[in-house]
């Protein structure tokens, strides 16, 4: 199965991105969106599953290096 995944970060300060990925993203899972990386939050279908596709949107959060904030 394909996913197609809208990725939208959960205060609006960075821009989102849509992926296609093989695996069902999880919370707690971490993506690179551009330079950046991210950890998810929260999953949500946003069709029922089609075919060999389903469309789902994923909150996420940046990961901040340590000692930045």
């Known amino acids: ?3 197609k995944v809208s990725y939208v970060e959960e205060t609006g300060q960075y821009p989102g ?4 990925v093989e695996k069902r993203p999880q919370i707690g899972d971490s993506v690179q969106i551009g330079p950046r990386q ?17 469309f789902l949107q994923a909150t996420v959060q940046i990961i901040e290096p340590a000692g930045v904030r």
């Open 38 to 54: 991210f950890q998810i939050v929260a999953v949500q279908e946003i069709l029922p599953p089609r075919d060999d596709f389903q």
């Open 1 to 3: 199965m394909i996913y």
């Open 17 to 20: 991105g849509i992926k296609n």
